[in-house]
């Protein structure tokens, strides 16, 4: 089988790794706006060749469009228009509703199959691409029933190989999931980072100190706008929903220590650690 | 040396299984109010044997306070009454100014040093001790000149021992900086656990969707109300100040999204971005 990667970053970088780590494709087409990565990526193994699109497109089997979701809405048409019957185009966007409304009247619209791998870091670039990265994480496979058979099939041992944990569901409880799920964390994140730039000018002291639980409750404010900004945008009324709980819910634990109410506050954390039966 | 652990918990219990696999001590005594925990920590390895307040006292060189803030401060007065002018006695909290405060006028003063090691996980009990904890983090000891230099040289040694970097600052300075670092992070990831809980009632959605990232931002609100409470109560001042910006921090994410404005938020996002020069 013959994989073509749109964008060959973080995402797009790690499944091609691990696909052709495991045989389940054996030639690898990069198409890439960036010739340093694509030069990158042929160097780290990634991809066999940089390409066109149109190169790309013609000979690969597997299609995995793996860039920022606003450029994935815009350019999925136009890869569906290329792409014949027995070819299967995936995303891998952290947002689902604006990519599959993007093609719901494609006339190829069934050999696109929405898929988002619930895994990603701070890094990006095909420097930070890890063939293992996929593996136990939940890889959710969006409005199954607009894919062809064949397309879904495909879809599905691909994640099999990457050894992710497949669920199904719909495109907009999707987006409403991932904005608890994922989306909250990094606004939460960055926030917090533009807390301390902005109240501690000790930026030695930051680095000194910064013990494990800061730099874990930190770590995606490390990630990229060109990514992030995207998201936001087309998940918007799903994060400001839970972006305004969250501003609540942070109100509460000021209100009680404002108040010395330290029963609230230890019902308020009681509540929070919950969390730990729910994450394992 | 002789050691002994007042709380053979999470911190304690790391402490103790370095300072003895490193011989640094030869003997370790536990005071716990849980006979459970003494008894666990005896059969780890962690302590020689469980012993009373006093006669634990009597015989160690070293003796840790590794109890919850407010029960250190509440201790270390009783402590400092018994011990004799050869024996050193160091705390592990994450509030320096209270318990400061509590034995300013102690004749045993110079007998106390005031240490913060910054590591900790959400786990707790001597189960969850770990020797290696504290390898490569920062270890602050506040108001040095408050302590006697031999037990000064004691504590140095021992964080030595446990391969930490050494710091020094005043309390009120420690304070005002872990307010930043360690205990703004811890509310925002309770507060976001009470919003993933509040608003994303399926569970099992959470569960099955969990990302690394999501891991990650909320491990902290795992952490147990009965060490957290206590420090949020001692640290009021700083931490609603720096709770206070974040809430500002986040109002700024929502307000550009409300009003599409998705060049504030790439600013916004661009800025955050800057943590990571800092947290390397």
């Known amino acids: 089988m013959k994989l073509t990667i749109i964008g060959v970053g973080l995402i797009g970088g790690s499944i091609a790794l691990k696909l052709r780590e495991n045989h389940f494709v054996d030639y690898v087409y990069g198409v890439d706006q960036s010739e340093q990565h694509l030069a990158e990526a042929a160097a780290l193994g990634i991809i066999d060749e940089g390409a066109s699109l149109e190169h790309a497109l013609k000979n690969a089997d597997l299609i995995v469009l793996a860039i920022p979701v606003d450029s994935a809405r815009k350019l999925l048409p136009k890869v569906l228009d290329l792409v014949q019957e027995h070819q ?33 870091t701070e890094n990006s670039g095909p420097k930070s691409a890890i063939a293992d990265s996929f593996t136990g994480k939940a890889g959710v496979i969006c409005d199954r029933e607009h894919s062809a058979p064949d397309a879904l099939k495909i879809v599905q041992k691909a994640a099999e190989q990457l050894e992710m944990n497949l669920l199904y569901m719909d495109s907009d409880s999707h987006d409403v999931h991932t904005a608890y799920i994922s989306h909250i964390s990094h606004i939460t994140s960055y926030a917090l980072a533009n807390t301390v730039l902005e109240k501690e000018r000790e930026e030695d002291t930051i680095f000194q100190l910064a013990s494990s639980g800061f730099s874990s409750t930190v770590r995606l404010a490390k990630s990229h706008p060109e990514m992030w900004v995207p998201i936001f945008r087309q998940n918007k009324e799903n994060v400001l929903d839970v972006l ?20 609230y506050l230890e019902e308020l954390i009681r509540n929070a650690n919950k969390i730990r039966g729910l994450l394992g």
Chains 1, 2 share one sequence.
């Open 88 to 120: 299967t185009v995936m995303d891998v966007g952290s947002t689902k509703t604006g990519i599959v409304q993007s093609v719901q009247n494609h006339n190829n619209r069934s050999r696109f199959v929405a898929f988002h791998p619930m895994w990603g």
């Open 244 to 263: 305004n709980e969250h501003i609540t819910q942070l109100r509460k634990f000021k209100s009680a220590l404002e108040k010395d109410n330290y029963d």
